[in-house]
């Protein structure tokens, strides 16, 4: 049944960066954002672009406690 | 020459060494020096460097490659700074050179950062700023320095243990065999990762590696798993080994293709023979002396003589046996007929690793940062920094405010979150770079050499964005400890009954803001 057991580990570790979703979407939607607002006022580049990379950090790190989770699946468990 | 034809040059040049490149790899190394493609190392602890060092219980802790990673990103930064203090004559030089400039260009940047997010208080000048700084430098050297050539892939060279994955020990005429081999680290030496290897699996690819076998490839029916055989009536053990041999060349007849000439010569420790039959692979075979050796304690079938006595007869190949026990046919296949080129894969375990691709570091400077978080706003704010925690002033002015019970319980979720940032700060760190080192050696395993390089192009970008947004997260969060919310709500609270709920929000959405107006 070992076979059994590494193909559900590789659906599990798959199903895990459906985590990843979000992120994405938030991030498109933070850089959208972010964007418009330099597009504006770009003379407010320069801050809007430090905010919104600290926000994508924030919603990345959602993706990547989906991709710890993935790796700890396939090569810990 | 025309542009058109000088590019049309370049291209066919760059699409020859790709695949020039493609073919050493995957055709060449194989076929003309018998060596397979080393497999990454994949594994989340570090390897010891010691065994039994300085006890068998601790050997994990102290001398592992996670110390090496550390090391060496501390030496990077010593000569990063020596060089610096060199290049700019100790600081004085009034128009900077490159190296100086780029010093300077890191350390103006993290000051003018803090500066911005956290004042430029005794405080932080003296303390968080040297901090947030040597985070954001070491970690920089860690994540670049796995990118060193020979970081992560120069070490100790050691055998995959092979492992069959199949229905073990299913015999052929009870249906199809679905598994296919794979292969799994089962070591446990000093510098050996996985988990433990058998001194069978050593062996053989031990002798695979001084013999470089190729050209021969097994076709196991039994895909190298154990078998095993439930007597019935008449059996001996000739007859058991006679009708697994027919079998398996049963199987192989229908597979494969038949020719007569013969293969390559096998020398080994184990057996010198030349191969004829079936092309590129090797018989199976069970011998009857196998057997034997390996069923010592098989009962032989008792023999009623004349006169009514029974005995039991020795056990030799013929012997009839004992209806109904089970008799091994093979454990596992040895020798080398497991030995072929396709079910051998190496690893490498290396000296060094990078220093984020283990959890233990990331942890640890996680923790660290908490406490510095704590420790400045603590010694900022005093006890009424604990307010944001368990609030006693929004629960004590229940009676005149009664909807402040919410305050008092955002304050519990407050701890929840505080200790959030440990896991965040260090599962961040740790899944970016070691998911970095999976992709890379993904991607080597899968072109071998030129594509990945566009990977280490992405890992740069990653490593050092890693290391910015450890360091200026930690600064964020202390600057936001340093702030407090209560007294705002206090000043304001008796005044602006409406105004206050906005106020309160703002300074959430911008923590930095108290401090740096």
Excluded at chain 2, 228 to 247: F, K
Excluded at chain 2, 348 to 366: E, H, K, Q
Excluded at chain 2, 395 to 413: C, E, H, K, S, Y
Excluded at chain 2, 463 to 483: D, H, N, P, R, S
């Amino acid at each position: 049944m070992e076979e059994l057991g590494t193909g559900l580990k590789a659906i599990g570790a798959g199903l895990a960066m459906v985590g990843a979703f979000g992120p994405g979407v938030g991030i498109g939607l933070m850089v959208q954002g972010a964007m418009q607002g330099i597009g504006r006022n770009p003379d407010a580049a320069g801050a809007i672009q430090t905010n919104m990379i600290l926000g994508i950090v924030f919603a990345e790190a959602v993706a990547i406690y989906a991709l710890v989770v993935a790796l700890i699946i396939l090569f810990v468990l | 020459m025309s542009a058109n034809q000088r590019g049309c040059r370049s291209l066919i040049i760059t699409i020859a060494v790709i695949v020039g490149i493609a073919l050493f790899q995957i055709w060449f190394l194989p076929k003309v020096l018998g060596t397979g493609v080393t497999l990454p190392v994949i594994t989340v602890p570090p390897e010891k460097y010691l065994e039994n060092w300085p006890s068998p219980e601790l050997d994990d802790f102290f001398v592992n490659t996670l110390l090496g990673g550390a090391l060496m990103a501390d030496i990077m930064v010593l000569i990063f700074a020596f060089s610096a203090g060199r290049w700019s004559n100790g600081w004085t030089k009034k128009i900077p050179g490159r190296g100086q400039a780029a010093a300077e260009l890191v350390v103006d940047g993290l000051w003018g950062l803090t500066k911005q997010q956290a004042g430029h208080s005794p405080k932080v000048k003296t303390i968080l700023f040297p901090i947030v700084a040597s985070l954001f430098v070491f970690l920089l050297a860690a994540n670049w320095g796995k990118l060193i050539p020979g970081v992560e892939s120069v070490g100790i060279l050691h055998c995959a243990a092979y492992k069959p994955v199949a229905f073990s020990g299913l015999p052929i005429h009870e249906g199809n065999i679905l598994g296919r081999p794979v292969f799994t680290l089962r070591v446990s030496n000093a510098l050996d990762v996985g988990t433990t290897g058998t001194a069978d699996a050593y062996h053989r690819c031990e002798s695979f590696i001084s013999h470089h076998y190729e050209d021969v490839e097994l076709l196991d029916p039994f895909y190298d798993a154990a078998v095993t055989h439930t007597t019935v009536e008449g059996d001996t053990l000739d007859s058991i080994a006679a009708q697994y041999t027919t079998a398996a060349e049963e199987t192989m007849k229908d597979d494969l293709p038949q020719v007569t000439t013969p293969n390559s010569p096998i020398n080994s420790g184990y057996i010198t023979e030349t191969f004829e039959g079936y092309h590129g692979w090797a018989p199976v075979e069970f011998h009857a002396e196998d057997l034997l050796a390996l069923n010592a304690g098989a009962a032989a079938a008792p023999l009623t003589d004349a006169e009514g006595h029974t005995t039991t007869p020795a056990l030799t190949s013929e012997t009839v046996l004992k209806p109904g026990q089970t008799i091994t046919v093979r454990n596992e296949l040895l020798g080398y007929e497991a030995t072929t080129f396709r079910n051998q894969l190496f690893t490498v375990a290396p000296f060094v690793r990078g220093a984020a691709t283990d959890l233990n570091l990331t942890l640890g400077l996680a923790i660290f940062s908490f406490c510095l978080i704590q420790y400045f706003g603590l010694s900022t704010l005093g006890p009424n920094y604990l307010q944001k925690f368990v609030n006693i002033n929004a629960l004590g002015n229940a009676g005149t405010r009664p909807l402040g019970i919410v305050d008092f319980v955002a304050g519990i979720f407050e701890i929840v979150s505080e200790l959030g940032k440990i896991i965040s700060l260090s599962f961040r760190l740790f899944g970016a770079l070691f998911a970095g080192s999976i992709l890379f050696a993904v991607f080597l395993f899968l072109f071998g050499t030129f594509i990945p390089v566009a990977i280490l192009f992405l890992e740069i970008i990653v490593g050092g964005a890693q290391a910015a947004v450890f360091a200026i997260l930690t600064l964020i969060f202390t600057a936001q400890a340093m702030v407090s919310h209560a007294h705002d709500d206090h000043d304001h609270h008796d005044e602006v009954g409406d105004a206050h709920v906005d106020e309160h929000d703002g300074g959430h959405g911008q923590p930095a803001h108290g401090v740096s107006a």
